[in-house]
């Protein structure tokens, strides 16, 4: 909202884990007046119960919402692309499962070639080289160390 000066007509992108952070996302998005594109490898989708309830919210507010497995196709036209951990705590043992699982979801400058030309990128770190590439981590288009520090004053 900072960045944009809105949330609405925005296009968020999620690639990773279907995981808490992005339940939240997927409970939020719609409300806000914001398209959601989830991609998530098979075997690593968001809750079916949440994706349940975001789809009636995207009926509700009248939002787009795509769930895919291509990381390239849901990042089409984002203005936002977000991703977190993907091992989370408790999954270490699931490490050389999950990182073989996730290859081809490390988000990169090619990832982006197909956003929005006024994309820029969020991770609610601590971020790992795998999930995203230092190009696009510590480019101009990276906001995560100011959603860090949204974060701290809300905490």
Request: aromatic share 10%; proline share 4%.
């Amino acid at each position: 909202q900072e960045h944009y000066g809105g949330l609405n007509g925005l296009t968020i992108t999620w690639i990773g884990d279907g995981n808490n952070v992005l339940h939240s996302i997927m409970t939020s998005a719609a409300k806000l007046g914001m398209d959601l594109r989830i991609a998530t490898p098979r075997g690593f989708e968001p809750d079916f119960r949440i994706t349940k309830i975001t789809e009636q919210y995207s009926k509700e507010y009248g939002t787009k919402l795509l769930l895919t497995t291509d990381p390239l196709e849901a990042a089409d036209g984002a203005n936002v692309l977000v991703t977190d951990t993907w091992i989370s705590m408790g999954q270490e043992e699931e490490k050389k499962e999950r990182l073989k699982a996730f290859q081809g979801y490390q988000i990169t400058m090619q990832t982006a070639k197909s956003a929005a030309s006024n994309w820029t990128f969020l991770h609610c770190l601590p971020r790992k080289p795998e999930e995203v590439d230092d190009e696009v981590f510590y480019s101009p288009r990276s906001l995560v160390f100011q959603e860090a520090e949204n974060r701290k004053w809300t905490i």
